[in-house]
Structure formats: structure tokens, C-alpha cells
């Protein structure tokens, strides 16, 4: 009632959830870190690939004997030089993306094509400074949201995954699959399940595969060979890894599309979220357990003093909600 | 209130307006870091002292680098590099020509007494043989059976002096050539990598003597490094107080072109 005397554009919309606070700046600005580190290091990463486009499995690469699991390369054929893509020993002709592409004009036999790699052109040494540098970045934005999401309780409520959720994942399939997206206080099952890949699956091992790269490393902690078979095979899982980051990049810029990127980008910007009608704007009960302390009990409900976008809107949103 | 909201909208519209030109511009935009000397680069640079510092702080110095079985020669030691330095140095070739009968491995710099060595006196001296994996700074491996003389030795013989802190390796090979100045191939490695068990003036590949395309006659191994850390075709090692009078002052070949000294990862 207040929303309509005040005039306020959301009045005539349809039914809308409370304005939550979702994402604590620290989730904010460590996902903003990782989104340009994660640009550089894929570009980068290409540029060190490409001085050698071929993958292996075992201690060593294969130059008198064939352990190559991927190989990218260009030949010379009866056509002129085709570029060439060699997986598990089918080899497929992949000329103007891998193996052999044009940039500025100029045929280059390189295995990701220039667009694709920082710098456009040639030099290792440049891919590996870029590359180490957001390295550092990638592993300290990861050690800071650790902390911060420990104590905010972020990692419990939100990442970690627990038997419901498990339990629902079936259901947020089905809905996910009929794009009928439920925007509540928390993350959904599949988003946890994505999420928690991210930061406990696919971030450990393309870290450590990056460690098990190093000789120096190696030396000091030998494990880091066995724990995956071998120097060579660690590089090829560093790649696959890469290779399901950019997938999770892929999808995870579709569901925001799809789910509304308006809403989606303010949450992960300001914070506030907007959710389905009928949730409930306080904490969920696990949340609560984890996420005390005088912040969190003050923000999570937004009140006409707390909130820039007018609380008493959603407080009495969230009553009437409650009193159907 | 509406401006507020406005404001949000117009913030959240610009984030996603610059995200996307920044990947529409694609990565051209990008290029200017592979100019040395250009000031985001030598920032982002900075990077490779952190990561020496950590590895130096989470690897203890006498940690050895992981030993293989003789089954796990599968191969020959890849050539990579310098190959044949025949091909532009005469020294060099006069040497080979002569089985090495005339080479000497030099060690002076910081040393109370300068040393020389013959091939026939390096391989008279007590040796150490190891079966380690080369990687290439490119991403390959290699593994392949190493002998030669433990480089802390060589050094204790030569009795280096306080203040020394680097071992500048000067080598026979020459890069470049053609239109660029030649310049001779040299690397150079802090007191740890020198003194290290596992780092030897390598004659021996395999079983049999270093061939030319590995480095003939001496090639030091540091295995904990990349292989641009393993110089070929070493004629002096010199005991320096730091590298900035060498090459272009990087402190190896490589690192005069843009790649990291310390080359441990």
C-alpha cells in the first residue's frame, strides 16, 4: 500500500519476493577477481599449450613411443596444408579453428587460433608471465572467499551440500529443465551442485595439476606426481579441467540469462536479490545456526532503516506473504 | 528512491556493457604485454619473484627432484634448442673435431683459486649418475640417465669466496645471428641450485658420452629447474655477486627474452 502511494514502479508489476541481501561483498568482489583471472588465465593458458598442442599420459611425452591423447598440428595434403585435430586417434580436419587459422590476414600453423590467446600472437613467455600472475590472483580471491565464507556462513549455507539436497535434486532438474527457476533465499540443488564442483573438485585440481607441473614443486612434494600418475598426466587433467571450467562459464552465463540478468547481476553487484514470491526473507533455519554474529543477524532482513530500496516494502510484502 | 534505483540499473547496465566489449574487442587488445619493458608487463612480472620466494620457502634446498627406474628410458633425450653449434661457432668446431681433447671447463669469478678442467679430469672425478625427467619449458617431458660431476664439488675445489651469491654459466653456443646480434647462450642459477645434490656437470646421456645435440662436452643439470635452466656447451662457470653485466642483464638467454629467471615452474 505504502509502494502505491509512494508512486513506485514495481507497484503495477505482478507479484514479486521479498528484497533479500544475498551476497556479502566479500562473495562479490572475490567473484568479480575470479571472472577477469579466470579470462586471463584461459587466454594465457592457450598461449603455453600452444608450444606444445599435445597431451599425454604418464611421466613423459611420448617422441619414440605414442602416449599422445590429443595432438594438434597442420600437414601439408594433396589441397594445400589443412590443420588437423587428433583425439584418441581419430583425427578430424579442423582447419581455420585448430591447427591452422587466420589472423590479420596471415595463415598461422598454430594449435588455438590468435583470437583465442593472450597475446594474439606467438610468445610463450609472455603467456607464462600473464599466466602466473593471475595464478596468484585465482589462489588468493579462493584463500580470502574460504575464510570470509566460513565465517559468514556462505560455505555452509549456500556451497557445501547436504542430504536435501540430494533429496531435491531430482525435482530442480525437472524444473530446470521446464526453465521454471525458483529464486529463494539460498541456491537451488543444481546450483549447489555446480558451485560446490567449482570450488571442490574442478579449483583443487587444476591448482594442484598447475603445482604438479613445476619441477620445483615436484621435488618438494613428490605426492603431487603420484597422487596423478605422472607430470604428463597432470597436464592433460589440467586442460580437461580448463576444459569443464569453460563449460561451467558457458552455462553459468545462460542460467543467468535465462533466469533474469537484471536481478542476477544486481545480486552478485549490490547484494540484494529479488525472490519468487512466498519465500520467506529470513534466514533459512541451518543459516541461522552458522551465519550469527551482528551482521548477519541485522542484513538479512531488510528493514526500512537497513535497506537502500525502500524496506518497508518488503516487510509488508513478507507479512502478507506469511498471512495468506 | 528512483534514483537510487536508477542508479543501480544504469551501474549493473555499465558492468555488463564493459564486460562484453572486452570480449567482443577480443584478445589484440592485449598484445602490448608481450612488449618487454612495457610497465603492466614488468607489474604482472613481478608475479616471478613471489613465486620463487614460495617455492624457495615450501621446498627445503636439499629436496631432490624425483629419481626414475632404467625402465622408464623409453626414448632418447629430445634435442631442443641449440643443436649443433658447429654449424656457426669455429671454436666449437675445432674442439668437437678433436674429441674435446683441447676443451677446459673453466671455473673463475669469486673463487680464491681458478680452476681448469680437463674432459679426461672431470670423468676421473668421483661422479654421480641420475635418471631424472626433463621438462621443457614448452610442456613436454622426457626421462633420461644423467652422469657427471656433482657441481658442489667443482665450486668447494675452486674455494668460493664470501659475497658470491649467482653461477653464471657461459656457454659455446650463439642464438641469434641472421639480421639480430649473436649472442651468446649463458644462464646463471643462485647458490642453492649450484650446490644442490642432484646439480652435476653432465658428460654422460644414457650410458654413453653426452652427444653434441645434448650439449657435448659439459652440460650442467639443475633438476629442479626447466630445461632452459640446463645449459648445453658450458666452456666457463664463473662465481658472480650478481648478473646485470651479462647479456642483457636477465641473467640467462632466455631471460633476456622475456622468460623468468628462476624457472621453476
Known amino acids: 500500500m505504502t509502494d502505491q502511494a509512494l508512486g513506485k514502479p514495481e507497484a503495477d508489476r505482478p507479484a514479486k519476493g521479498p528484497l533479500i541481501y544475498r551476497q556479502a561483498v566479500l562473495t562479490r568482489i572475490t567473484h568479480w577477481v575470479w571472472a577477469i583471472a579466470l579470462f586471463f588465465m584461459l587466454l594465457s593458458g592457450l598461449q603455453i599449450w600452444n608450444a606444445h598442442p599435445a597431451l599425454y599420459v604418464g611421466q613423459q611425452s611420448g617422441f619414440e613411443f605414442d602416449n599422445a591423447i590429443l595432438r594438434i598440428g597442420a600437414e601439408n595434403t594433396p589441397e594445400g596444408p589443412r590443420g588437423f585435430t587428433t583425439v584418441f586417434g581419430q583425427k578430424f580436419d579442423t582447419t581455420g579453428v585448430l591447427g591452422m587459422s587466420e589472423l590479420r590476414g596471415t595463415t598461422n600453423f598454430v594449435g588455438f587460433p590468435g583470437w583465442a590467446t593472450i597475446p594474439s600472437f606467438r610468445d610463450l613467455a609472455t603467456g607464462r608471465v600473464v599466466h602466473f600472475f593471475f595464478a596468484w590472483i585465482l589462489v588468493g580471491a579462493l584463500g580470502i572467499w574460504a575464510i570470509s565464507s566460513l565465517l559468514n556462513g556462505h560455505l555452509w549455507r549456500d556451497v557445501i551440500l547436504k542430504p536435501r539436497d540430494f533429496r531435491e535434486l531430482p525435482r530442480d532438474i525437472w524444473d530446470h529443465a521446464r526453465l521454471k527457476f525458483h529464486h529463494g533465499r539460498s541456491y537451488s540443488p543444481l546450483q549447489k551442485f555446480a558451485y560446490f564442483g567449482v570450488f571442490f573438485v574442478l579449483f583443487p585440481l587444476i591448482i594442484l595439476t598447475g603445482l604438479a607441473m613445476s619441477p620445483t614443486m615436484d621435488a618438494g612434494w613428490p605426492w603431487l606426481i603420484d597422487l596423478f600418475g605422472g607430470r604428463q598426466t597432470a597436464r592433460t587433467i589440467h586442460f580437461l579441467v580448463m576444459v569443464l571450467l569453460v563449460l561451467f562459464f558457458v552455462i553459468h552465463i545462460a542460467m543467468v540469462l535465462l533466469a533474469g540478468p537484471i536481478n542476477e547481476l544486481r545480486s552478485m553487484i549490490t547484494g540484494y536479490y529479488r525472490t519468487s514470491p512466498g519465500t520467506d526473507a529470513s534466514l533459512p533455519l541451518e543459516g541461522r545456526e552458522r551465519g550469527r554474529g551482528r551482521s548477519g543477524g541485522r542484513r538479512e532482513i531488510p528493514t526500512p532503516d537497513s535497506s537502500p530500496q525502500g524496506g518497508g516494502e518488503q516487510a509488508g510484502a513478507n507479512r502478507q506473504e506469511k498471512s495468506k | ?265
Request: charged letters at 20%; one cysteine or more.
Open chain 2, 1 to 265: 528512491m528512483s534514483g537510487l534505483i536508477l542508479n543501480r540499473r544504469r551501474l549493473i547496465g555499465l558492468g555488463a556493457a564493459s564486460a562484453g566489449s572486452l570480449v567482443l574487442a577480443g584478445c589484440d587488445q592485449f598484445d602490448f604485454l608481450g612488449q618487454r619493458n612495457d610497465p603492466v608487463r614488468d607489474f604482472l612480472e613481478r608475479a616471478n619473484s613471489l613465486t620463487y620466494a614460495a617455492q624457495r620457502a615450501l621446498v627445503g634446498q636439499q629436496a631432490l627432484a624425483r629419481e626414475f627406474s632404467e625402465s622408464e628410458i623409453r626414448q632418447g633425450q629430445r634435442p631442443n634448442g641449440s643443436t649443433d653449434p658447429r654449424q656457426n661457432v669455429a671454436e666449437y668446431r675445432t674442439l668437437e673435431a678433436n674429441g674435446f681433447a683441447g676443451y677446459k671447463l673453466r671455473i673463475t669469478g669469486l673463487v680464491e683459486t681458478p680452476k681448469e678442467y680437463s674432459l679426461a679430469e672431470l670423468q676421473n672425478m668421483p661422479s654421480r649418475t641420475q635418471i631424472t625427467r626433463h621438462d621443457c619449458v614448452e610442456g613436454w617431458s622426457c626421462i633420461a640417465k644423467w652422469t657427471g660431476v656433482p657441481l658442489g664439488r667443482l665450486l668447494d675445489e675452486a674455494k668460493v669466496k664470501p659475497g658470491a651469491k649467482f653461477i653464471v654459466y657461459h656457454c659455446y653456443d650463439v642464438m641469434g645471428g641472421g639480421l639480430s646480434k649473436p649472442e651468446p647462450y649463458y644462464e646463471s642459477s643462485d647458490l642453492i641450485d649450484a650446490y644442490h645434490p642432484q646439480t652435476i656437470a653432465a658428460y654422460g646421456l644414457n650410458g654413453g658420452a653426452l652427444p653434441v645435440e645434448n650439449g657435448a662436452p659439459i652440460r650442467i643439470r639443475i633438476e629442479r629447474a626447466l630445461g632452459y635452466k640446463q645449459p648445453k656447451y658450458v666452456h666457463t662457470i664463473e662465481v658472480a655477486d650478481g648478473f646485470s653485466q651479462y647479456g642483457l642483464g636477465q641473467g640467462g638467454y632466455w631471460e633476456d627474452h622475456g622468460y623468468d629467471w628462476y624457472g621453476g615452474i
